[in-house]
């Protein structure tokens, strides 16, 4: 009865299977490393089908040792060999209708087995309601694109199997929805074994009248919110274009008024400098405005009669050195005061006592002949400049000053100046000569005792 059943020889590797009938006829056979439970019902089937009418009604159970296993049609026959021949028991289901899944809203994909030939259709059964996508603004209608996962199956593409060759094939099933007018589903399935499975599904899906009309205020209500953020970019765009022109234009107003008060405050330092001079740039402005002074009273006095000009001229040219005259002594003045300040300065540097640091943070302060000569010698400088002096004061004065730069006698240094201090002393106690007729004399003697505190071997 079972000779002619048989599977074709041309697999390099084999599963040997003991089937068990429902009248408890066993067969042995041979399948290949890629069948699965479904190429086992096939194999049965011409053997069951007046008994049958569906391969759907072939139930298939393993035995292993004392479990069983219940099977699906797309079970791998790899995954349950363990190098022994694989126990399987068929029996025969009576029941109409297996095929046939209930159409139910948002149902998962379940596999469908074709009826006649026993394929897995490995696709969705239904789909759920209210479905958008892409919709094509030229024509109008919706898309939508979907991924379906198919069934996990690990295969080693060893030397052996990879003889086996997959094929691609490409339906077209073209069904009908209450949801929608009209739908074409293209699907690609992969064909192996006689096994399809789904890999990608594209629906293009005509809208009913409800669902246009609720993507017609969705379409509003997208709109009114457009334009509402629209208008608050641009109010926000607005006030920072704002903001910022008033920051510029503060900005500009800052800038002008300090630019003002620069130059406003360089016009009143330069009229400062120009009444009271102390730099020579301040004494060269001075001669350079006297000069344009007389420049433009010469050019007024064209007009005038020859002889009359010349006699201008003349006062003019007197006022002018006359001018000039004022400016040197109060430039003489400054640079005698510039120098006196300098040597003050030196003296208070030198007089100064030498700070020495410790080891733990304390500071001492040194007292040093020399330091102790200049503080002397400062301050008998001081007393020389003053005016103020009675006579008895002054030749006390002249007799200090006198012992302290005899010490110096032999350096030959100080004997201009000990002469000068002797004629003044003689001049005031002796010849009683007013202190208006001593100020040559004792400018004399300042200068003098100017030059000697700038030389080391006096003042080290």
């Known amino acids: ?68 296993f219940e099977t699906e049609d797309y079970t791998v026959l790899k995954h349950k060999w363990n190098n022994c021949p694989i126990q399987i028991s068929v029996s025969i289901e009576h029941h109409e209708d297996i095929e046939k899944i209930p159409n139910e809203s948002n149902a998962s994909a379940q596999p469908l087995i074709h009826p006649k030939y026993g394929n897995i259709l490995d696709t969705n059964a239904t789909m759920p309601k209210y479905i958008t996508g892409y919709k094509n603004k030229n024509t109008g209608k919706l898309y939508r694109n979907t991924n379906v996962q198919t069934t996990f199956e690990n295969i080693d593409f060893d030397s052996q199997y990879f003889e086996n060759k997959m094929s691609m094939a490409i339906q077209t099933i073209q069904t009908n929805d209450t949801t929608t007018q009209s739908m074409v589903e293209f699907s690609t399935q992969t064909e192996s074994m006689d096994v399809l499975r789904l890999l990608n599904v594209m629906r293009e899906i005509s809208i009913t009248d409800k669902t246009k009309d609720r993507i017609k205020d969705l379409d509003k209500y997208a709109r009114i919110i457009q334009k509402s953020v ?179 006698k032999e350096i030959d240094l100080t004997k201009p100046v000990i ?25 004399r003697i300042e200068i003098s005792m100017q030059s000697i505190l700038k030389k080391p071997e006096i003042n080290p």
């Open 419 to 443: 002469d000068l201090l002797n004629r003044e002393l003689t001049m005031i106690n002796i010849i009683q000569v007013k202190d208006d007729q001593l100020t040559i004399l004792r400018k």
């Open 230 to 408: 629209r208008l608050w970019i641009t109010r926000k765009k607005f006030k920072h274009m704002l903001e910022y022109y008033y920051y510029t234009k503060q900005l500009m107003y800052d800038e002008e008024k300090n630019l003002k008060d620069i130059i406003k405050s360089e016009k009143l330092q330069n009229k400062l400098n120009l009444q009271y001079p102390t730099k020579t740039n301040d004494f060269e402005a001075l001669y350079s405005i006297v000069h344009e002074h007389y420049i433009k009273i010469k050019s007024s006095s064209k007009t005038i009669s020859p002889k009359c000009a010349i006699n201008e001229n003349k006062e003019h040219l007197k006022n002018k050195l006359e001018c000039y005259k004022e400016i040197n002594k109060h430039r003489n003045q400054v640079k005698e005061i510039a120098r006196d300040k300098k040597i003050i300065q030196q003296l208070n540097k030198i007089s100064k006592p030498i700070i020495m640091t410790k080891s733990n943070g304390e500071t001492i302060s040194i007292e040093t002949p020399e330091t102790d000569h200049a503080k002397q010698l400062m301050i008998l400088y001081k007393d020389l400049k003053r005016n103020d002096l009675n006579k008895d004061e002054r030749t006390k004065l002249l007799l200090n000053l006198r012992e302290t730069l005899e010490f110096f």
């Open 1 to 68: 009865m079972y000779s002619d059943l048989s599977i074709p020889t041309n697999q390099y590797a084999s599963i040997p299977v003991q089937v068990t009938l429902p009248n408890n006829d066993i067969l042995s056979t041979n399948f290949a490393l890629s069948d699965t439970i479904l190429e086992v019902k096939r194999f049965i089937l011409p053997a069951l089908q007046p008994k049958i009418e569906n391969i759907q009604q072939i139930k298939c159970v393993m035995h292993e040792e004392d479990k069983v």
